[in-house]
T-cell receptor, first 112, second 114 residues
Framework: KQEVTQIPAALSVPEGENLVLNCSFT??????LQWFRQDPGKGLTSLLL?????REQTSGRLNASLDKSSGRSTLYIAASQPGDSATYLC???????????FGKGTKLTVNP | DARVTQTPRHKVTEMGQEVTMRCQPI?????VFWYRQTMMQGLELLAY????????DSGMPKDRFSAEMPDATLATLKIQPSEPRDSAVYFC????????????FGPGTRLLVL
């Protein structure tokens, strides 16, 4: 059974800092890995999707990497802003199923 | 701006009552997912449909939960009878087969069962 772990559970940084969020998964047979953002009281918004054949994806100040062999992904946020404050969730699909298995998220606070 | 819509946004009910949650997927999306989010368990998949047919409902308590898609524009999740442990946020998401693209989430229904 696929399990997804995100460390740390919470992170507080000053504005302008570069930061890395971590995600690990137990079964490397994945179709893809996705990073989502969730604002309080809202649904999830997809940030980046990395196919199993890819190593990384970039969107603006966000860069996500994937290392299937080690079961790890990182989300790099450059020059963080207070508007980046949210919970970031990692999810993987695979093992013969398109179902997404989510981590419990990292709550990020960027202080002005 | 295409979005997944969910109703109601908030629901407070008493134990034993029936609860019905509705979801309108993005037009053209053929896959609909139902998730439940709690502080303890995080986000869990309850069930999902492709072209209105249920593909997997293994995450759902069968004795009290049911999910249907009466038509391509409406998905429903029912709980009967509801229990306090069902209190959670229920999300609907839609997407396109074959699972190589992202899912688009609705704003959720926040359910409190007293």
């Amino acid at each position: 059974k696929q399990e997804v772990t995100q460390i740390p559970a919470a992170l507080s940084v000053p504005e302008g800092e570069n930061l890395v969020l971590n995600c690990s998964f137990t079964d490397s047979a994945i179709y893809n890995l996705q990073w989502f953002r969730q604002d309080p009281g809202k649904g999830l918004t997809s940030l980046l999707l990395i196919q199993s054949s890819q190593r990384e994806q970039t969107s603006g100040r966000l860069n996500a990497s994937l290392d299937k062999s080690s079961g790890r992904s990182t989300l790099y946020i450059a020059a963080s802003q207070p508007g980046d404050s949210a919970t970031y969730l990692c999810a993987v699909s695979g093992g013969g199923s398109e179902k997404l298995v989510f981590g419990k998220g990292t709550k990020l606070t960027v202080n002005p | 701006d295409a979005r997944v819509t969910q109703t109601p946004r908030h629901k407070v009910t008493e134990m034993g009552q029936e609860v019905t949650m509705r979801c309108q997927p993005i037009l053209g999306h053929n896959t609909v997912f139902w998730y439940r989010q709690t502080m303890m368990q995080g986000l869990e998949l309850l069930a999902y449909f492709r072209n209105r047919a249920p593909l997997d409902d293994s995450g759902m308590p069968k004795d009290r939960f049911s999910a249907e898609m009466p038509d391509a524009t409406l998905a429903t999740l029912k709980i009967q009878p509801s229990e306090p442990r069902d209190s959670a946020v229920y999300f609907c998401a839609s997407g396109l087969a074959p699972g190589q693209e992202t899912q688009y989430f609705g704003p959720g229904t926040r359910l409190l069962v007293l």
